[in-house]
């Protein structure tokens, strides 16, 4: 998917975040198939364990489980028709997640050779809180950034300064 390019930036900025909101100690299960950021988690001394590519808007069994302390969603949800059954089925108590914000200058991301690389949904904040308070969540931190790319043009320039992700760690009501 990254075709040897990692989001570095996007990946020391939500490490960051989640060693500030979660311990060592608890179990994640991160939302997605192993990654490289699951590796990173992993080689940093979080105990993962990853989701086996369900389709999550129609089976959302693998969080029906109070085995884990927290679940992790980074870029997931904007694949989903609806987000909101996986989030209401959530058993953990803890959710860290991170989705695309909606850009005024660029349409939403779509592959043309990966049907599972296409987002169905890109938020503005104030959508994704409302969808995780909707299902049963409450925020207790929120962070924008930015994701800017090194190429010339002004979508180039917007990128940055207009925050591109949006990270959010909530607990369960």
């Known amino acids: 998917m990254y075709e040897g390019k990692f989001p570095t930036k996007r990946y020391k900025h939500t490490l960051r975040f989640l ?30 364990t990853n989701t086996k590519g369900e389709d999550l808007d129609l089976e959302t069994s693998v969080v029906k ?7 992790t969603a980074f870029e997931i949800f904007e694949h ?19 989705v695309p914000l909606k850009l005024w200058f660029a349409s939403a991301y779509k592959s043309k050779t990966d049907e599972w690389d296409r987002h169905y949904h ?12 909707k299902a049963g969540w409450r925020i207790i931190k929120r962070e924008k ?29």
């Open 80 to 98: 989903l028709v609806s987000p909101f059954n996986v989030l209401k089925d959530i058993q953990a108590k803890k959710l860290v997640a991170s």
């Open 19 to 48: 060693k500030n909101v979660i311990s060592k100690e608890e179990k994640i299960l991160d939302l997605g198939v192993p990654n490289p950021f699951s590796e990173i988690l992993t080689q940093e001394g979080f105990d993962v």
């Open 122 to 133: 890109e938020f503005e904040d104030w959508q994704f809180d409302w969808l995780l308070e």
């Open 145 to 173: 950034f930015t994701n800017p790319i090194k190429k010339i043009g002004i979508r180039p320039i917007l990128r940055r300064i207009t925050p591109r992700y949006y990270l959010v760690y909530a607990e369960k009501l």
């Open 65 to 71: 489980t109070e085995e884990f302390d927290v679940v």
